[in-house]
């Protein structure tokens, strides 16, 4: 199957500018054009793919070049692209863990602030806060300032 860049641009949710850029700076391998008309295969669909999924994982860019060059080398970069990807996936699994605890806080807060309206004052609560904060309030409080959870 083939696609247009147009058809690419929609479903992935890109600006057909992102599409003409990841060309232009290597992140695709050359695509095919049929009377000047980019054709994108179900293989250029899927470094694209594979590209949005790494942006989405703050890998820069320039790995992401660097990514493609193995994979149009072919069998002999599997080592390498192996390797590449075991890295991402250790550092994604820390990006999570980062957010997990920045969420934890993010609820605590919601809490807080929400208690803190319904009594009127951040202060007063501040003042009692074990009276009116619930156990499992308290753990993820606890949870969000422990670097291992």
């Known amino acids: 199957m083939t696609y247009t860049i147009g058809e690419i641009a929609e479903k992935f949710h890109l600006p057909i500018s992102t599409i003409r850029y990841y060309e232009k700076e290597g992140l695709l391998p050359p695509i095919r054009r049929e009377n000047g008309i980019r054709k994108f295969s ?3 669909f899927e470094t694209i793919f594979i590209i949005e999924c ?3 994982t703050n890998v820069e860019l320039k790995d992401i070049r660097r990514f493609v060059a193995m994979a149009l080398k072919g ?3 599997i080592d390498g692209r ?3 990807f075991r890295e991402q ?4 699994k820390r990006q999570i863990a980062g957010l997990q605890r920045s969420l934890r806080m993010l609820e605590y807060k919601e809490w807080y ?3 803190a309206k319904e009594l009127g004052s951040t202060r007063k ?3 009692d806060i074990d009276l009116y904060r619930p156990k499992e309030i308290k753990e993820l ?5 422990r670097k291992e959870d």
């Open 141 to 145: 409080y606890d949870r969000a300032h």
């Open 113 to 115: 602030y929400s208690k």
């Open 42 to 44: 179900d293989s250029d």
């Open 82 to 84: 192996l390797s590449f």
């Open 75 to 77: 069998d002999s970069t």
């Open 89 to 92: 996936v250790e550092k994604t």
């Open 54 to 56: 790494l942006k989405k």
């Open 125 to 127: 609560l501040e003042e």
